[in-house]
């Protein structure tokens, strides 16, 4: 990246009138190479930032294409994607989130969500319209630092295999606040990446805006917007920049806090997420890695694999271990380097940016470090691997070699999701025309079959995207009780609001103990023994439908006894 970089050093500041050495150390920045000089058509700088940009426009656009056709309209079974269209939802309704409805998370992807849902109707489709933003924004962000740390070509192979890899587990792809969060987060990086080679107010407002959405979304990635923060005081020059990323911060938040104090959900937003700070961890924490290998190991994963489905199955192995992986990797790598090389360069400067803000992307997934949590902040480690093997590998063939196979993994994981989405059947639902497998089709004609848009209905203990897929109106606060989460409070709260207002159907998920101490492994056991509002379902309701599938069953139940 030689004549890119602003003629940054990094060097301790020493006393010169006296010849004593003061103990301040920073990074500075000069302003020298280059200061003179305007953008113009003649400055090769210039002419190298925009072929960046327009490339990574490209990127965004081919991304955004790839996924909407992809995933915009499969449907997948997950457990939380409905928090969010069912929030959302809700508001289009009238209702406000803490208000109205319980939360656990910042209220930014219930907006994000409830602002398309209303612009272009109720459709999974449009709901996943901030899904294919998320990931379009992430890769062109993750080509653009890949660019400016490497080259050009090297990002172009770099990016193409980390948006095959971070889209090969596919039970992943559907709305969901860590990806909102993580797509602004980065953005706010990016911008801040920018202003460190060329500073400007604009750049650092908007920084300031991008790590304030991210912290509004999802709390936790406030560690981000606090590491970014003191980057621009350790870095001499840019202590100027604190002013307008604080501005842009303000501006966020005060517009945020603004609506939620005329809604008169402030304070329950306090309330709730109090609430989240003590139960959340006990029931939600897991070892790090938490379910990036398999029982059995690679070798259980492949065993009786060949060919094809050989390919398939180590690429869907590596997809889900990478993420936990290569933070460990890129924090060993990056300390051996720096034990080995005392010097450091222009590249090295700005990737130590991303060290600084990778640290805070960890940190946002505490205390669930499981594998399938940090695929969302994984993209940042994908930028300093490539910059890290772009330092390692050296000589055309050591690159070639690395580029080839780069290439094929992402050609093999890549395909595997083209191949597995188009050939999933097609249903007609109230919410689109969605792709699905067999057994998800299966609840969906299940849960459609009787309960019409309006019905009320009550989803228990934890599948909310049935309210979102039959259009049903929940009585409660509850979008999900989840067992050794919540409490006998909430469960008292639950039942009165039932009582008050007892809904027509019941859509009951059977939860295998087996399973769900898979999910949630810290939770106590106890959990899962009866509450105050399973008598009340079993003592109101009959079921009227059932289905079983992988040890999992569901009960479509309605009101009355036989």
Same mark, same amino acid.
């Given at each position: 990246?030689?004549?890119?970089?602003?003629?940054?050093?990094?060097?301790?500041?020493?006393?010169?009138?006296?010849?004593?050495?003061?103990?301040?150390?920073?990074?500075?920045?000069?302003?020298?190479?280059?200061?003179?000089?305007?953008?113009?058509?003649?400055?090769?700088?210039?002419? *190298?930032? /925009?072929?960046?940009?327009?490339?990574?426009? #490209?990127?965004?656009? !081919?991304? %955004?294409? &790839? $996924? @909407?056709?992809?995933?915009?309209?499969?449907?997948?079974?997950?457990?939380?994607?409905?928090?969010?269209?069912?929030?959302?939802?809700?508001?289009?309704?009238?209702?406000?989130?803490?208000?109205?409805?319980?939360?656990?998370?910042?209220?930014?992807?219930?907006?994000?969500?409830?602002?398309?849902?209303?612009?272009?109707?109720?459709?999974?489709?449009?709901?996943?319209?901030?899904?294919?933003?998320?990931?379009?924004?992430?890769?062109?962000?993750?080509?653009?630092?890949?660019?400016?740390?490497?080259?050009?070509?090297?990002?172009?192979?770099?990016?193409?295999?980390?948006?095959?890899?971070?889209?090969?587990?596919?039970?992943?792809?559907?709305?969901?606040?860590?990806?909102?969060?993580?797509?602004?987060?980065?953005?706010?990086?990016?911008?801040?990446?920018?202003? *460190?080679? /060329?500073?400007?107010?604009?750049?650092?407002? #908007?920084?300031?805006? !991008?790590? %304030?959405? &991210? $912290? @509004?979304?999802?709390?936790?990635?406030?560690?981000?917007?606090?590491?970014?923060?003191?980057?621009?005081?350790?870095?001499?020059?840019?202590?100027?920049?604190?002013?307008?990323?604080?501005?842009?911060?303000?501006?966020?938040?005060?517009?945020?806090?603004?609506?939620?104090?005329?809604?008169?959900?402030?304070?329950?937003?306090?309330?709730?997420?109090?609430?989240?700070?003590?139960?959340?961890?006990?029931?939600?924490?897991?070892?790090?890695?938490?379910?990036?290998?398999?029982?059995?190991?690679?070798?259980?994963?492949?065993?009786?694999?060949?060919?094809?489905?050989?390919?398939?199955?180590?690429?869907?192995?590596?997809?889900?271990?990478?993420?936990?992986?290569?933070?460990?990797?890129?924090?060993?790598?990056?300390?051996?380097?720096?034990?080995?090389?005392?010097?450091?360069?222009?590249?090295?400067?700005?990737?130590?940016?991303?060290?600084?803000?990778?640290?805070?992307?960890?940190?946002?997934?505490?205390?669930?470090?499981?594998?399938?949590?940090?695929?969302?902040?994984?993209?940042?480690?994908?930028?300093?691997?490539?910059?890290?093997?772009?330092?390692?590998?050296?000589?055309?063939?050591?690159?070639?070699?690395?580029?080839?196979?780069?290439?094929?993994?992402?050609?093999?994981?890549?395909?595997?999701?083209?191949?597995?989405?188009?050939?999933?059947?097609?249903?007609?639902?109230?919410?689109?025309?969605?792709?699905?497998?067999?057994?998800?089709?299966?609840?969906?004609?299940?849960?459609?079959?009787?309960?019409?848009?309006?019905?009320?209905?009550?989803?228990?203990?934890?599948?909310?995207?049935?309210?979102?897929?039959?259009?049903?109106?929940?009585?409660?606060?509850?979008?999900?009780?989840?067992?050794?989460?919540?409490?006998?409070?909430?469960?008292?709260?639950?039942?009165?609001?039932?009582?008050?207002?007892?809904?027509?159907?019941?859509?009951?998920?059977?939860?295998?103990?087996?399973?769900?101490?898979?999910?949630?492994?810290?939770?106590?056991?106890?959990?899962?023994?009866?509450?105050?509002?399973?008598?009340?379902?079993?003592?109101?309701?009959?079921?009227?439908?059932?289905?079983?599938?992988?040890?999992?069953?569901?009960?479509?139940?309605?009101?009355?006894?036989?």
């Amino acid at each position: 990246m030689t004549g890119r970089w602003r003629g940054q050093t990094l060097a301790n500041k020493q006393a010169s009138s006296s010849g004593e050495k003061t103990a301040h150390r920073c990074i500075r920045f000069s302003s020298k190479v280059n200061s003179h000089r305007m953008p113009t058509e003649e400055n090769p700088q210039t002419d *190298t930032r /925009r072929q960046d940009w327009l490339i990574s426009a #490209a990127v965004f656009a !081919a991304v %955004a294409v &790839a $996924a @909407w056709w992809l995933w915009a309209n499969r449907f997948f079974l997950s457990l939380d994607e409905g928090i969010y269209l069912s929030g959302a939802e809700r508001i289009l309704r009238g209702q406000a989130p803490y208000r109205d409805f319980f939360v656990i998370t910042g209220p930014g992807s219930f907006w994000i969500e409830a602002a398309i849902l209303r612009v272009l109707g109720p459709t999974l489709r449009h709901a996943r319209l901030a899904l294919v933003f998320d990931l379009a924004l992430i890769s062109a962000a993750v080509y653009w630092l890949m660019a400016r740390l490497t080259g050009r070509y090297f990002a172009l192979v770099a990016t193409f295999t980390f948006f095959a890899l971070e889209t090969r587990p596919l039970f992943r792809l559907y709305a969901n606040h860590r990806w909102d969060s993580s797509a602004f987060s980065l953005l706010a990086v990016l911008l801040v990446f920018v202003g *460190t080679e /060329r500073p400007r107010f604009s750049t650092f407002i #908007a920084a300031g805006m !991008a790590a %304030a959405a &991210a $912290a @509004w979304i999802t709390p936790s990635m406030l560690a981000v917007m606090v590491l970014l923060s003191f980057w621009l005081v350790m870095v001499r020059e840019l202590r100027r920049q604190c002013i307008p990323f604080l501005l842009g911060i303000a501006s966020v938040s005060l517009l945020a806090g603004g609506v939620l104090f005329f809604q008169g959900a402030l304070v329950p937003m306090f309330r709730d997420l109090l609430w989240t700070a003590r139960h959340y961890p006990a029931a939600n924490r897991v070892p790090y890695g938490y379910g990036a290998v398999a029982p059995g190991g690679l070798k259980a994963t492949l065993a009786g694999a060949h060919g094809a489905n050989f390919i398939v199955g180590a690429t869907g192995f590596l997809a889900v271990l990478l993420p936990a992986l290569l933070p460990l990797l890129v924090y060993v790598g990056w300390m051996v380097r720096r034990l080995r090389r005392k010097e450091i360069d222009d590249r090295e400067k700005l990737a130590t940016l991303l060290m600084l803000a990778s640290f805070g992307f960890v940190i946002s997934t505490y205390p669930r470090w499981s594998a399938d949590q940090l695929l969302f902040i994984a993209p940042i480690f994908y930028v300093l691997a490539g910059y890290l093997i772009s330092r390692i590998v050296k000589g055309r063939l050591g690159r070639t070699v690395a580029v080839a196979c780069a290439l094929a993994l992402a050609v093999a994981a890549f395909s595997y999701s083209v191949l597995n989405v188009i050939s999933e059947p097609v249903i007609e639902t109230c919410i689109g025309r969605l792709r699905a497998d067999p057994l998800d089709q299966s609840l969906i004609k299940l849960a459609t079959s009787r309960i019409s848009p309006g019905d009320s209905l009550f989803v228990y203990p934890y599948l909310p995207i049935v309210y979102f897929l039959t259009g049903g109106r929940n009585p409660t606060s509850y979008s999900f009780l989840q067992p050794g989460m919540m409490q006998e409070p909430d469960y008292e709260k639950a039942l009165e609001e039932l009582r008050a207002r007892p809904p027509r159907w019941v859509f009951f998920f059977g939860l295998p103990p087996a399973t769900y101490r898979g999910i949630w492994p810290a939770a106590d056991p106890a959990a899962l023994k009866p509450t105050l509002v399973d008598h009340f379902i079993l003592s109101n309701y009959h079921p009227v439908g059932a289905l079983q599938g992988s040890g999992t069953q569901f009960f479509l139940l309605e009101r009355g006894t036989h």
